[in-house]
């Protein structure tokens, strides 16, 4: 249990204090149960520290936790190839994330598909005969410019890919 949330903390929510936040959870449940969110953002709040951060500094946590309990990973995972096979032609597909975690996913999953082949580089011609599947329509990702953050504080994390089914 104790190392289920270490890895959830550390994998999910890229969290460097994850060993120590679990382990603070695990004594103060012991004790009495955590009950609210408040409860927990203090507890991880008391760990961290504030630090003079702009983001409170237990939002490691409940995004790690959201995404565990949520399944996002899995759910972004077998999502993608069968939207990009349910596209036409020409059809596209814009996905936003809304951690690096998702985006990586994404950015991986969109360059390979576009890319093709998956021959090792030292074979001198293609022998898989694995054609591209879609054209990037964004080379690089594309963020929030900051009058939309500042209209929309909750953007200020998202990140957009789209394609192009070719």
């Given at each position: 249990e104790w190392e289920d949330l270490v890895?959830?903390?550390r994998d999910y929510g890229e969290e460097r204090k994850a060993r120590a936040i679990s382990r603070a959870i695990v004594e103060r449940r012991e004790k009495a149960p955590i009950q609210t969110t408040r409860q927990l953002g203090r507890l991880?709040?008391?760990?961290?520290g504030s630090g003079g951060r702009r983001i409170?500094?237990?939002?490691r946590t409940f995004q790690a936790l959201r995404i565990?309990?949520?399944?996002?990973?899995?759910?972004?995972?077998?999502?993608?190839?069968?939207a990009i096979r349910s596209l036409?032609?020409?059809?596209?597909?814009?996905?936003?994330?809304?951690?690096?975690?998702?985006?990586?996913?994404?950015?991986r999953f969109f360059k390979a598909e576009a890319k093709?082949?998956?021959?090792?580089?030292?074979?001198?011609v293609c022998v898989c005969g694995k054609k591209p599947l879609i054209r990037l329509l964004t080379r690089r990702v594309v963020r929030p410019r900051?009058?939309?953050?500042?209209?929309?504080?909750?953007?200020?994390s998202t990140r957009l890919r789209a394609a192009e089914k070719l």
């Open positions: 890895r959830i903390l991880v709040q008391d760990v961290v409170h500094p237990a939002t565990a309990v949520n399944d996002e990973i899995g759910q972004i995972e077998r999502f993608l190839e069968p036409s032609p020409g059809g596209r597909i814009a996905v936003i994330s809304f951690h690096s975690l998702e985006d990586r996913i994404v950015k093709g082949c998956t021959c090792p580089p030292s074979l001198p900051k009058a939309e953050i500042d209209a929309n504080p909750m953007a200020r």
